[in-house]
């Protein structure tokens, strides 16, 4: 769960509600510092992901957008969205699973330690995050020829 108010958008970072309660914070790159300000659309409050529609009477406080009455966006509806919205690709759709597996395996094969990944992933177990950042082959081998000492030498001649 990620409410406005949790937004440090000088920063590129909010505290958000992970499964069980914890609550940390989360970092984010230029594309969604970018897109962050068009769906907020100056709200101050509320939820981020909003859906269409005006909520019903029984969701929690924290899921109604004080502001416009509408509900938080369900994972349902974002995977809806989300595989809508990719389908136009050779090898679409995509899931939001999909998404999650990409993310920690390009950084997983760009070098980021097991830490850095628990941290971007929100796992708390090194065998749960195992099952998301598989590194493929050619992964592998690049990963080793940018980090071949020998290599790194030549280039600086």
């Known amino acids: 769960m990620l409410d406005v108010p949790d937004l440090d958008t000088a920063n590129r970072c909010a505290v958000v ?3 069980g309660g914890a609550r940390e914070v989360i970092a984010w790159q230029t594309g969604t510092a970018r897109l ?3 769906m ?3 709200r101050k ?3 981020v992901f909003l859906t269409d529609r005006r909520a019903r009477s029984s969701p929690a406080r924290n899921d109604i957008d004080p502001s ?3 509900n938080r966006l369900s994972y349902r509806r974002a995977a809806e969205l989300f595989e809508t919205h990719t389908e136009r690709y050779g090898d679409g759709p995509y899931t939001l699973h999909q998404l999650r597996h990409s993310r920690l395996t390009h950084a997983a094969e760009e ?3 097991t830490p850095v990944l628990m941290k971007l992933s929100g796992h708390t177990s090194v065998r749960s995050l195992a099952k998301y950042a598989r590194v493929s082959d050619d992964g592998l081998r690049q990963y ?3 980090s071949d000492p020998a290599a790194r030498r030549r280039a600086g001649r």
């Open 144 to 146: 080793q020829a940018d």
């Open 17 to 19: 509600t992970r499964k």
């Open 36 to 38: 962050l300000p068009r």
């Open 45 to 47: 409050s509320g939820p």
């Open 40 to 42: 907020l659309a100056g």
């Open 68 to 70: 416009t009455g509408r």
């Open 111 to 113: 070098g980021a330690s």
